[in-house]
Structures are given as structure tokens and as C-alpha cells.
């Protein structure tokens, strides 16, 4: 394990990491001259960064981490992470690359990244969008309080082809979602395929001509939203 939260570190090693074109672009995965050092720590299963100014773009901060071999916690809130974090190469949040500038090692190429990640924490940043899917094994995510818009729709686990059972996108104000209704008054326990609104939830925000509630806990994955994820269906007038 290793805990630097609440520090004063405001610059960090972009080992690893590549330009965004090595993986959009696969002709020049193997023709761009880089410098790639990476971090030797075969063993660390935890990381907690939070509450240092990094100030960096986000993709680039988990670029620099994601081949991590036994990497299960990465805590990255409060760091001024910042921008998108794209898609870039397969069903993977972030892809790695393997081989040199020539391409002449054996297992050169792209492979997913984050093979052993089971929570991610990168609340309380100025992350704009994240149009690539979580990693295969992740179960929590708080993504809650940044800037999100957009978020890849595998994130919600609507379908339950995903690992992921807990997902916080509070504090986001401009991302959005369809909700449906239930049928009856009570959520369903589990299983449920699309995101659905509980109709017992109901609270009045004070001074407010509105009240609004919450989604059911009954799908794939609970998603903890506010009632701005989906004024229309989550909010009526009182």
C-alpha cells in the first residue's frame, strides 16, 4: 500500500504514458519516438493520491498507473485532475502499450489496462467527459463533484454485462440520463435491465415548487445521482 494523500505534490511522472495518437491511430503505435519509463511497483495493490494539486490532465494521470500488475484501489480525488478521459483502443478504460518504438519485442502492442481494479475513486475533480468503458474487473466508482456531460453508457451497467455494482455521479450537473418508471410502488430488489425512479422517494426541497426523488437500488449497478440526472422523471411539482 501506499498513502501520499494530503500532501503538497504537484507534479507527477507521466511514466507510461503515451500520446493520445499511439492508440488512435495504430499505424503509429510502433513509429513514434518516445521515452516511456514506468513504475516498479509489481506489488502495490493500493494507491491513494487525494487532496494533491497534480493539476493534469486526468487520461494522462491513469495512463500513468494502468499497468499496474496487482493494482486493486486507486484514490485519486481532490487533485485537479482535468479534461476527458477518451476512448482509445478496445474494451478498455485505459490500454497499455507493450513492445518498444520498433516494435521488435515479443508482446509488442496494446493490451487493457487496470487487469485488477476494483475500486476507483476520482471524485471532487474537473473530469469533462469519460467516453471510455470501465476496466473489466471494476465493482466502485465515484465520479461524483467534476464537470461530467458524458459518460459511456457501460458505466451504468444497465445491461449487467459489467463487473461494476456502485456508481456515484452526484454533483454533476450537466450529465444525463433516461430513467423509466415502475410499475407499482415498490422498487424491484435486483436485476432490473434500465435505470428506474422510485415513486416512494419523494422529498421537498425547501422553498422549492418541486420535489424530487432517487433511483431505485434494484439494478445491475446502484447509481447514486442527483435529481438533475433526469429532471423530467425524477422531480414533480408538489
Not at 500532501?7 to 500520446?19: A, D, R, Y
Not at 461524483?144 to 458505466?155: E, G, P, R
Not at 461494476?164 to 435491465?193: F, S
Request: charged share 20%; with cysteine; hydrophobic share 40%.
Amino acid at each position: 500500500r501506499l498513502r501520499v494523500d494530503r500532501n503538497q505534490i504537484t507534479t507527477w511522472e507521466l511514466t507510461g504514458v503515451l500520446p493520445d495518437a499511439a492508440f488512435l491511430d495504430p499505424a503509429l503505435v510502433c513509429g513514434i519516438e518516445f521515452i516511456q519509463p514506468h513504475l516498479t511497483w509489481p506489488k502495490l495493490s493500493h494507491l491513494n493520491i487525494s487532496g494533491n494539486p497534480l493539476g493534469m490532465r486526468a487520461r494522462d494521470f491513469l495512463h500513468s498507473v494502468a499497468y499496474l500488475p496487482s493494482l486493486v484501489t486507486l484514490e485519486a480525488a481532490s487533485c485537479a485532475l482535468h479534461g476527458d478521459i477518451p476512448w482509445e483502443w478496445g474494451d478498455s478504460l485505459v490500454p497499455e502499450f507493450v513492445g518498444d518504438e520498433s516494435c521488435s519485442r515479443v508482446g509488442t502492442g496494446e493490451q487493457i489496462g487496470f487487469n485488477t481494479l476494483l475500486r476507483l475513486d476520482l471524485s471532487n475533480n474537473s473530469i469533462t467527459s469519460l467516453d471510455a468503458p470501465p476496466s473489466e474487473t471494476l465493482l466502485l466508482a465515484d465520479l461524483s463533484f467534476n464537470s461530467l456531460s458524458k459518460l459511456n453508457a457501460d458505466w451504468y451497467n444497465e445491461g449487467g454485462s459489467r463487473m461494476i455494482t456502485l456508481l456515484n455521479v452526484k454533483g454533476n450537473p450537466e450529465l444525463q440520463r433516461a430513467v423509466g418508471t415502475i410499475v407499482g410502488d415498490v422498487c424491484p430488489n435486483a436485476g432490473t435491465e434500465k435505470l428506474l425512479a422510485s415513486s416512494t422517494g419523494f422529498v421537498a426541497k425547501t422553498g422549492s415548487l418541486f420535489e424530487c426523488t432517487s433511483l431505485c437500488a434494484g439494478a445491475y449497478a446502484r447509481v447514486l445521482s442527483d435529481s438533475s440526472f433526469n429532471t423530467t422523471i425524477l422531480c414533480r411539482c408538489r
